[in-house]
């Protein structure tokens, strides 16, 4: 009997982009086989929605093999059991089925499934279906091997041999057959077909307001992509979507829609960061179960309230936002992040609930359910990963904030419905005069808080803290960040050796800034700042409004941490006050030069918030030097003895440098930690301004920056940067009257170059 290759489907329900189908079919007869685990079947995060799309999509996925001439074959069993018996029935020369990173279940069954081939010499071969990647100890190079894997080609739809005589196959089993109780929920199509429709879909028409759009619940159901239960029951593969993203995202930019690249950028971030919280399950599966952070062990067990559980998984918490989310996430499946991060949230810090069985109960939920990210998730809105800020949402704010005039809420929660803004977000304030004449009874027809909105999370935050001053904490946040932190580590580190600056000291520990001072007229609780709340800083001029998006990025807040905290235990440049002069000097409607610099001079006194600028009585440096030189030869403008360039930022040129700190003696200390993603966001606010800017790039590094720069009407100048070590490069090239030049030819007023003497 020929050996065939059996090709097992799991969470990979399609024959697109499928590589464990497509290097199967290259050795022969393929069998594809799917099995029907009862493991699987009654584990606690499973239910009848789930089984409902499955069975969509196994319908479509057996309809796909047997036009490809090799029928699905499906059986039911633990796994071991039917691979033994179908080894009985054809001679299995080899296994196939993508990686998968599942839950304990399906990890503890996939190690007997090896063992079962070893024992046999069954080759079991595993290609990967995404950007995880197993048996890592660190994080460092992740990224761009994330980057290498996904950007490969899709692989096409393989031609496939079937078996001769294929084995019996039981077919699509219903609900009844297989004793999972039927789903009432209303949920999508399944299957390959129905995903790349949804694709499509989001990326013609849906997604162009997905980067505003995406965080209201009255917005996000046809704004946000939808295409999570896809990605999960794998009918279209994450490459797929990626590239046909990036395609999108091409088109967006060639015809300068802004708006488009806005959403498509911010949707692509979210595709890597996808199997960025994947990877934290792989690395670590015991994080399904347990703390990530074990300083945390045992900080809420002690203090369950089944009461508290059992009002927030019915969506009678007596918060109209928390309870109308719960009730549509138990209707149709669904919720954008935002209301999940709230829900979880609210369970964690307000009810101190521990993750666990609530995350067990949204798992039986979520259509989409991915493990990685669901208990990735449940830990990070719980606090117990440790390398990330919490998040302690107010729900009466989000409320009013998400859904201002009470639309979503009256939809979900009926007992409300007459129930005008603002009390919509706080019924338990209506005079007990106007509830009756509302015909509400609230603690009968609605209930009560099920507890105070603020001291709660007052103290979630203040056990949370305790935990963080321990010495167990900050030896498990290094370990936590070591195996699981987001960073280019490997890069910085790199770049510093080329460059032959010693290693950065390690950090002593993982402590969290000083929290802002609380608004007066917040509801919002002075514990951590959030992403949902207002952005951390309030930049000068109209940039607050024109980098909103960016300062309000949980990644923004995170940089700003790290920079409080480096000034705890070293000395910073520029000072705090000075960070934002650039800013602060030249307006986003004013500017019209920039010139950018890497990062500030890293000696005592030197740098004020300005690229290549000095304070007055401090040296002029070598680089400014040559600039100076440059600017007499060009355009006859006498330097002056001073370094300080603010008449040039006071006049349109945005002195601009990439990195705005650094700490002292140690150029180039503060890359890599999220002031390149801050101050591109500026970059390309300029290059959205319909006037014409002038970018101005001096060297290697500035010059990168190029490709950010892609509407016609700007101009860029380029050349060597005016360093000491590269000024060949620079000398002679005339940058100043050029830009000159290019503004006159748009019809804008040249740049008074002149300094005060």
């Known amino acids: 009997m020929q050996p065939v290759a059996v090709v097992w489907f799991k969470k990979d329900l399609r024959v697109s982009d499928h590589a464990a189908l497509s290097r199967a079919a290259e050795r022969g007869p393929v069998l594809p086989l799917y099995i029907y ?26 309809a796909r093999l047997a036009r490809l001439g090799a029928p699905l074959v499906i059986r039911y069993g633990e796994a071991v059991e039917v691979l033994e018996a179908l080894s009985r029935e054809v001679t299995v020369g080899s296994l196939w089925a993508h ?35 197993r048996r890592m100890v660190n994080r460092d190079g992740w990224a761009d091997a994330w980057e290498e894997r996904m950007s490969a080609p899709p692989l096409p739809v393989p031609a496939l041999r079937g078996v001769a005589g294929t084995p019996a196959s039981l077919g699509v089993l219903d609900h009844a057959a297989l004793r999972v109780p039927l789903g009432r929920r209303v ?52 490459r797929t979507v990626l590239l046909a993203t990036r395609q999108a995202l091409a088109r967006a930019v060639a015809e300068q829609d802004a708006q488009w690249e806005r959403s498509l950028r911010s949707f692509e971030s979210r595709l890597h960061w996808r199997d960025h919280f994947i990877q934290r399950l792989e690395s670590e599966p015991r994080m399904e179960f347990e703390n990530l952070n074990r300083a945390y062990d045992g900080l809420r067990e002690p203090h369950w309230n089944e009461e508290y559980f059992q009002r927030w998984q019915e969506g009678q918490t007596g918060y109209p936002l928390i309870d109308a989310t719960m009730r549509m996430l138990r209707a149709t499946g669904w919720l954008n992040f ?10 964690a810090q307000h009810l101190w ?96 808080p099920v507890v105070d909105e603020h001291a709660p999370a007052r103290e979630a935050h203040r056990r949370l803290q305790a935990v963080r001053d321990t010495p167990l904490f900050a030896a498990e946040a290094r370990r936590v960040y070591a195996l699981h932190g987001s960073r280019k580590k490997a890069v910085i580190r790199a770049e510093r050796e080329k460059k032959g600056l010693p290693p950065r000291p390690e950090r002593p520990s993982a402590r969290r800034s000083p929290l802002p001072r ?19 800083v309030q930049l000068p001029h109209d940039w607050g409004a024109v980098l909103h998006d960016e300062i309000s990025r949980p990644s923004f807040r995170r940089l700003l941490e790290f920079v409080e905290e480096q000034r705890r235990t070293a000395t910073v440049y520029p000072p705090p006050e000075d960070v934002f002069t650039a800013l602060r000097l030249t307006s986003y409607q004013d500017a019209k030069v920039l010139i950018l610099g890497q990062d500030p ?24 030097r040559n600039i100076y030189q440059e600017l007499k030869e060009d355009v006859g403008v006498t330097p002056p003895r001073h370094g300080n360039l603010e008449a040039w930022a006071e006049r349109g040129v945005l002195l601009l440098n990439a990195v705005l700190t650094v700490r002292e003696g140690e150029p180039n200390s503060h890359a890599g930690q999220g002031w390149e993603d801050f101050t591109d966001a500026v970059i390309r606010a300029l ?23 892609t509407a016609p009407q700007h101009v860029v100048i380029e050349s060597g940067h005016p360093s000491p070590l590269s000024v060949r490069h620079f000398a002679g090239t005339r940058p100043f009257s050029a830009v000159n030049r290019a503004l006159q030819e748009a019809g804008e007023e040249a740049v008074d170059w002149s300094l005060p003497q």
């Not at 685990?37 to 057996?62: I, K, R, V």
């Not at 999940?340 to 369970?347: C, E, I, K, T």
């Open 687 to 709: 290059n959205a301004k319909e006037q014409r800017v002038v970018f101005v790039l001096w060297g290697a590094y500035a010059r990168k920056k190029k490709k950010l720069v």
């Open 187 to 238: 949920i999508p199509q399944g299957g390959e077909a129905a995903a790349h429709d949804i694709l499509e879909s989001f990326l013609q028409r849906r997604g162009r307001d997905y980067m505003w759009a995406m965080s209201s619940p009255l917005t996000a159901e046809d704004a946000c992509s939808r295409l999570s239960a896809p990605l999960a029951f794998g009918t279209v593969s994450a």
């Open 338 to 347: 935002r209301m999940r991060a709230m829900l979880v949230s609210f369970a």
């Open 353 to 448: 609930l521990h993750w666990r069985r609530p995350g067990l109960f949204l798992a039986r939920q979520w259509l989409d359910n991915e493990p990685g990210i669901h208990w990735s998730q449940m830990q990070m809105q719980s606090g117990t990963v440790g390398i990330n800020r919490s998040r302690i949402y107010s729900p009466t704010r989000q409320a009013r904030e998400q859904d201002p005039d009470g639309e979503f809420i009256r939809r979900w929660v009926p007992e409300l419905a007459g129930v005008p803004a603002p009390h919509i977000w706080r019924p338990w304030e209506l005079p007990p005069l106007a509830a009756r004449g509302l015909g509400l009874r609230l603690g009968r027809d609605y209930p009560y």
């Open 601 to 624: 001079y890293h000696g005592a006194g030197q740098a004020h918030g300005l690229a290549f600028s000095v304070r007055r009585g401090v040296r002029v440096p070598p680089s400014l």
């Open 37 to 62: 685990e009862p493991e699987q079947l009654g584990h606690e995060e499973f239910a009848g929605h789930h089984l409902t799309y499955l069975n969509e999509c196994l319908h479509d996925l057996s």
């Open 99 to 133: 990686q998968e990173t599942g839950n304990g279940v399906s990890f503890a069954r996939d190690l007997r499934v090896h063992a079962w081939a070893r024992a046999r010499g069954i080759p079991f071969y595993e290609p990967p279906q995404q950007g995880v990647i």
């Open 518 to 536: 609380r608004h007066p007229m917040s509801d919002q609780p002075n514990l951590f700042d959030t992403a949902d709340t207002q952005p951390p």
